[in-house]
C-alpha cells in the first residue's frame, strides 16, 4: 500500500511537458521596422505573423506591457519575423498562446525571469474641490477608446486601466471611490495634443471634468527580464 502511494505520488510530481507547435516556420523579414506588420489566430490554432518583432511577441504572448520588459536585445524591437505555426489539431486562444512561449523559448533560445519592480506611475486621486462623478443609471451602449470615455456605468479602476493606454505608465486607483459610475470624458491622447489638438490634456480632462486628479508616484509591477536571447535559426 506504501509503494502504491509512493508511485502515484512521483507520477503526479512527473513535469508535463509544455504545449508546443508541431511545426513552426521562422523567417527573417526585410521590409524593416517602419512597415506594416501584422499577426493572427485561425479558428483553427494556426499562429501566424508577418514582420513582427520578438518585443511584439513577448508582449502579445504574456499579455504584457512595454514597462513589463527589461534587459531586451537592440534587435528585439528593430527587427521583424515571419512566422507560420501549426498546432497538432484544433486548440482554443490561450493553448495557442502558451505554445508561442514555448516557441520562443525553443527557437530564440529565451531566458527569462519575473521580478517585482517599482516603476513610474501616476496615483489617480480626489481632486481638492471633491469627484464630480454621477452613480451608474445602468447598462448602455459605450464608447471607450483612448480620448473619449462615454459610459454610463463604469467603475474608476476601468478608468484608470484605459488611462494607462495612453500615459504608458501604470495608473493606480487611490480614490477609494467604489461602484460604478456615469462617465463623460474627453481628452487629447499624447500624441494629438504634439500635433495641436484644441483638447485638454488627460491631466487636465481628468481634473477639470471629473474633480480627479493624476499625481506622479511609484507602483510595484511584475516584469519579464530576459536573462538570454538569440537570434532564431530561419528555417
Known amino acids: ?12 510530481c512527473l513535469a508535463q511537458p509544455a504545449p508546443a507547435f508541431e511545426v513552426a516556420s521562422i523567417k527573417l523579414n526585410p521590409d ?12 483553427s490554432g494556426t499562429f501566424s505573423t508577418r514582420n513582427v518583432t520578438l518585443w511584439t511577441l513577448l508582449r502579445f504572448a504574456r499579455g504584457l506591457r512595454d514597462l513589463q520588459i527589461s534587459g531586451a536585445p537592440p534587435w ?7 512566422i507560420q505555426a501549426q498546432p497538432a ?9 502558451l505554445m508561442l512561449q514555448t516557441l520562443l523559448q525553443d527557437r ?28 451608474a443609471s445602468g447598462e448602455e451602449a459605450r464608447t471607450l ?24 505608465r501604470p495608473v493606480v486607483d487611490r480614490t477609494g471611490l467604489t461602484g460604478s459610475f456615469t462617465i463623460h470624458l474627453e481628452w487629447a491622447p499624447e500624441k494629438d495634443l504634439a ?31 530576459i536573462d538570454s536571447v538569440q537570434m532564431p535559426s530561419a528555417n
Open 108 to 135: 530564440f533560445q529565451l531566458k527569462a525571469h519575473n521580478e517585482i519592480r517599482q516603476v513610474p506611475a501616476y496615483a489617480l486621486t480626489v481632486a481638492s474641490g471633491g469627484a464630480r462623478l454621477t452613480p
Open 1 to 12: 500500500m506504501r509503494l502504491a502511494a509512493l508511485l502515484f505520488l512521483a507520477g503526479c
Open 32 to 43: 524593416g521596422p517602419e512597415t506594416s506588420f501584422s499577426y493572427d489566430i485561425s479558428p
Open 89 to 97: 489539431g484544433l486548440i482554443p486562444r490561450d493553448q495557442v498562446l
Open 145 to 168: 477608446r483612448i480620448g473619449n470615455i462615454n459610459s454610463a456605468s463604469i467603475t474608476v479602476a476601468s478608468l484608470a486601466s484605459m488611462l494607462e493606454f495612453d500615459l504608458g
Open 195 to 225: 500635433a495641436g489638438s484644441p483638447l485638454p490634456s488627460s491631466f487636465t480632462a481628468v481634473q477639470e471634468q471629473l474633480g480627479l486628479k493624476l499625481e506622479s508616484t511609484r507602483a510595484p509591477v511584475e516584469t519579464l527580464v
Open 76 to 82: 528585439a524591437k528593430t527587427q521583424g519575423f515571419d
